[in-house]
């Protein structure tokens, strides 16, 4: 039986390896919870605990892995 999904996630959370299992599971959309690419704001206002380079990494992981 094939059952596409989706999940919502944080971009620390996910890593190549990651996103490839995701995939062959049947993930077939993620959303990422980005509220803001500007190191300070994430740093000092929303205290996300990544910084805009995690943002972009996860971004395109996730384009790779299609």
Request: hydrophobic share 40%; proline share 2%.
């Amino acid at each position: 039986m094939e059952v596409d999904w989706n999940i919502r996630t944080r971009v620390d959370k996910v890593d190549p390896e990651m996103l490839q299992k995701l995939k062959l599971a049947g993930c077939k959309r993620i959303n990422y919870g980005v509220e803001s690419f500007d190191g300070w704001i994430l740093k000092h206002v929303l205290r996300k605990g990544f910084d805009s380079g995690q943002i972009w990494d996860a971004i395109k992981w996730t384009k790779e892995v299609g």
